[in-house]
């Protein structure tokens, strides 16, 4: 992994809205290349935060929302511009692929993280021993593989627990779905590489971590319970029964169990 900040997808371009005034924290969502939303999208019930004292730094991943295309999605080029947006300091929390950008990013400036949080990250390489974590990762390979792009995302959606509820996920019309297609057929997966020294580097520098589960996914509840043993840090379960743990009941959940895990620190 590279630790310079000036290789890899860069933050020119990139669309940032600041929400809030106060303790910075930097939101990495998921998703893939060609979704029409971003971070304001799919971190909303994320913003009342904004109004208790944190100022939420909320991107569109390049190629999502507002923000141009940089390439395909690979979370590890992504990882400099993240750690960018951690200025001086700042909490960082990631969501799915998002968090696999977000822990690539820790691992470029650990000092920089005042604390750690995933959300259901696909950090595979953290529980290779785990047959349920196989199990997943396979279907997931199996997704990928399909001969048509957007047989494939659908697979890889109802594999995710992606919801279908409007109120969680805006339905994107046709065109973007093949758009979402495309990329997801050229994304790097994240099972292809080793999350480990970003890991160690964080540990190594005393950043308090925590996991967040939904409760739904046998293979993303190992991957939690190994990334909280290397880590030292805390597992929460939001019995979502979906990918969206920080979003049901209009975030008030996670919301809570956030501000509670950083005002402790």
């Known amino acids: 992994m590279t630790s310079h900040l000036t290789e890899g997808h860069t933050l020119q371009g990139v669309h940032v809205e600041r929400w809030g005034t106060g303790t910075p924290v930097v939101l990495v969502h998921g998703g893939g290349h060609g979704d029409p939303g971003g971070g304001a999208l799919k971190w909303r019930f994320q913003r009342p ?10 991107s569109d991943r390049p190629g ?10 690979d979370f590890e080029l ?21 968090g696999a950008i977000a822990t690539c990013a820790s691992g470029l400036r650990p000092e920089a993280v005042r ?27 199996g997704a990928m593989s399909e001969r048509i792009p957007l047989v494939g995302v659908v697979k890889a959606f109802k594999v995710l627990g ?3 509820d409007r109120e969680l996920r805006e339905r994107p019309p046709v065109s973007a779905m093949r758009a979402m297609a495309k990329g997801f057929k050229t ?12 890991i160690d580097a964080v540990v190594a520098a005393g950043v308090p971590t925590m996991w967040v589960d939904g409760g739904w996914s046998d293979g993303l509840r190992a991957v939690g319970e190994e990334f909280t043993k290397v880590s030292g840090g805390k597992l929460l379960t939001i ?24 005002g402790e620190l």
């Open 239 to 262: 019995p979502a029964g979906h990918h969206f743990p920080q979003m049901i009941e209009g975030g008030a959940p996670f919301n809570t169990a956030w501000q509670t895990f950083a």
């Open 187 to 198: 994304m790097r997966s994240p099972d292809s590489f080793d999350f480990g020294p970003s």
């Open 49 to 58: 935060l904004a109004e208790q004292g944190w100022e939420l730094i909320v």
């Open 115 to 141: 604390s750690f949080t995933l959300i259901e990250a696909p950090l595979f390489s953290v529980a290779r021993d785990r047959p349920e974590a196989r199990a997943l990762v396979a279907r997931l390979e």
């Open 78 to 98: 992504d990882g400099p511009w993240v750690a960018e947006l951690l200025g001086d300091g700042a909490h960082l929390i990631g969501h799915s692929y998002g």
């Open 162 to 164: 992606i919801p279908r």
């Open 64 to 73: 999502m929302g507002q923000s141009p295309s940089q390439g395909p999605d």
